[in-house]
C-alpha cells in the first residue's frame, strides 16, 4: 500500500535558521510528491510538489527534491521567517483508476523571533 | 474563483446525536475526497467520490458514517449517532483529475467535537 512517514515534532527554530523536515515514503507504483502547509486557522494548501524521480520543487523559499533511490523527498528552508510557523504536511498521489492523496501525520514548525 | 467550502466550521455534539457536515468543491472538480485528522495524527482518507458515484469509501471506519453526494456537486458526511472517538477535524478536497501531479484543494475543516 501508500504511505508517507514524517519526523515527529514539534520543531522549533529561532529566525533564520536552516529547515529540515524529513519525509519518506513506500508507495505502488509511480507517485507524484507534495508537500501542503496548513497555517493556523486555514485549510491546507499546496507548498510544493514533483512529479518525477530528480525533479525540484519550490516554492516562497521552501525546496524539495524527489529521491526515488532513498524514496525521500526533505523539505528545506535556508532562513526561516516567524510567518513560516504552521503544520507541513508530506503527501503522495498515484495516479490511475483512483486518484487517492495519502498524508503523513504533518509536523509542526514553530519559528520564534 | 471559489474554492472548497465546508460547514460548519466548528461543531459541538452530544454522544448518540446526529451531525452532518457539508463540502462544496470547486466548481467542475469531478473528484472529492473526505479526509479526518485525530488530534496529532495523520490525515486518514475516509472516501472518494467521482462526481455521484462513491469510487472508493474504504477508509470509512463504520457505518456510522454516511456520505452523499448529490448529483456530483456538493457532499453530505452525516454521523449518526456520534461517538466520543469521531471527534477531529474533518477535511473535505476536490480535484479535476487523477493525471500526474494532480493537486488536491482542501477546505478549512470542520472541527467536530464529540461531549
Known amino acids: 500500500g501508500n504511505s508517507v512517514t514524517q519526523m515527529e515534532g514539534p520543531v522549533t527554530l529561532s529566525e533564520e535558521a536552516f529547515l529540515t523536515i524529513n519525509c519518506t515514503y513506500t508507495?505502488?507504483?509511480?507517485?507524484?510528491l507534495f508537500w501542503y502547509v496548513q497555517y493556523p486557522g486555514e485549510g491546507l494548501q499546496l507548498l510544493l510538489k514533483?512529479?518525477?524521480?530528480?525533479d525540484k520543487g519550490s516554492n516562497k523559499g521552501f525546496e524539495a527534491t524527489y529521491r526515488k533511490e532513498t524514496t525521500s523527498f526533505h523539505l528545506e528552508k535556508g532562513s526561516v521567517q516567524v510567518s513560516d510557523s504552521a503544520v507541513y504536511f508530506c503527501?503522495?498521489?498515484?495516479?490511475?483508476?483512483?486518484?487517492?492523496?495519502?498524508f503523513g501525520r504533518g509536523t509542526s514548525l514553530i519559528v520564534h523571533p | 474563483e471559489a474554492g472548497v467550502t465546508q460547514f460548519p466550521s466548528h461543531s459541538v455534539i452530544e454522544k448518540g446525536q446526529t451531525v452532518t457536515l457539508r463540502c462544496d468543491p470547486i466548481?467542475?472538480?469531478?473528484?472529492l475526497y473526505w479526509y479526518r485528522r485525530v488530534m496529532g495524527k495523520e490525515i486518514k482518507f475516509l472516501l472518494h467520490?467521482?462526481?455521484?458515484?462513491?469510487?472508493?469509501e474504504s477508509g470509512m471506519p463504520n457505518n456510522r458514517f454516511l456520505a452523499e453526494r448529490t448529483g456530483g456537486t456538493y457532499s453530505t458526511l452525516k454521523v449518526q449517532p456520534a461517538e466520543l472517538e469521531d471527534s477531529g477535524v474533518y477535511f473535505c478536497a476536490s480535484s479535476q483529475d487523477g493525471g500526474r501531479g494532480t493537486e488536491a484543494f482542501f477546505g478549512q475543516g470542520t472541527r467536530l467535537t464529540v461531549v
Open positions: 514533483a512529479t518525477k524521480a530528480d
Open positions: 467520490f467521482v462526481k455521484e458515484s462513491k469510487q472508493d
Open positions: 503527501a503522495l498521489g498515484v495516479g490511475g483508476g483512483s486518484y487517492i492523496p495519502t
Open positions: 508507495a505502488t507504483g509511480y507517485p507524484s
Open positions: 466548481s467542475g472538480h469531478d473528484n
